[in-house]
T-cell receptor
Framework: AQSVTQLGSHVSVSEGALVLLRCNYSSSVPPYLFWYVQYPNQGLQLLLKYTSAATLVKGINGFEAEFKKSETSFHLTKPSAHMSDAAEYFCAVSDPIDRGSTLGRLYFGRGTQLTVWP | DAGVIQSPRHEVTEMGQEVTLRCKPISGHNSLFWYRQTMMRGLELLIYFNNNVPIDDSGMPEDRFSAKMPNASFSTLKIQPSEPRDSAVYFC?????????????FGPGTRLTVL
């Protein structure tokens, strides 16, 4: 099974500062990688996904993530944080496609709570 | 598109009572997932279905938990009897699998409180 590690359960930044949320996955190259965002009292929403078309993926709300195979990483960044970015962020990966799975199970990290200070 | 629909949104019950959570996936999706979210354990996958067939229920914590998917548009998660440690937010998600890059669409969740 895949495993996902999100370094830092809590990240705090000032408004306007760079946001960097870290995600590392286990060694088998997964076909798909995701970042989801969860606002208080809501379900998870897709922020962006990597499907091997390009290593730099742009998502909603100015977020982007870069897939680095050599580092088994998929870190999430945003150049300038906004108060509305305060939420919990989850990194997720899918099973390698060579296992013949078409069932779409995702493996989630523990999440990183982002706080944005004014 | 109405998205994934879950009911009820909030449930408060007493220990020992039966609880049934409901989910309507997005029309046309062939995979359905039940998750539980708590502060202590984070987001846990309980069970998932493909074409209405349970594929992996290894995440179901105890025999008190059961899930069914009688048709493509409805699933239930039942807890009988409920216990205070079952208090959590339960999410349902649906997906088209690899047909659409494995993206899962989540419902708003059911917040369960067992007293």
């Amino acid at each position: 099974a895949q495993s996902v590690t999100q370094l830092g359960s809590h990240v705090s930044v000032s408004e306007g500062a760079l946001v960097l949320l870290r995600c590392n996955y286990s060694s088998s190259v997964p076909p798909y990688l995701f970042w989801y965002v969860q606002y208080p009292n809501q379900g998870l929403q897709l922020l962006l996904k990597y499907t091997s078309a390009a290593t730099l993926v742009k998502g909603i709300n100015g977020f982007e993530a870069e897939f680095k195979k050599s580092e088994t990483s998929f870190h999430l960044t945003k150049p300038s944080a906004h108060m509305s970015d305060a939420a919990e962020y989850f990194c997720a990966v899918s099973d390698p496609i060579d296992r013949g799975s078409t069932l779409g199970r995702l493996y989630f990290g523990r999440g990183t709570q982002l706080t944005v200070w004014p | 598109d109405a998205g994934v629909i879950q009911s009820p949104r909030h449930e408060v019950t007493e220990m020992g009572q039966e609880v049934t959570l409901r989910c309507k996936p997005i029309s046309g999706h062939n995979s359905l997932f039940w998750y539980r979210q708590t502060m202590m354990r984070g987001l846990e996958l309980l069970i998932y279905f493909n074409n209405n067939v349970p594929i992996d229920d290894s995440g179901m914590p105890e025999d008190r938990f059961s899930a069914k998917m009688p048709n493509a548009s409805f699933s239930t998660l039942k807890i009988q009897p409920s216990e205070p440690r079952d208090s959590a937010v339960y999410f349902c998600a649906s997906s088209l699998g690899y047909k659409r890059g494995n993206e899962q669409f989540f419902g708003p969740g059911t917040r369960l409180t067992v007293l």
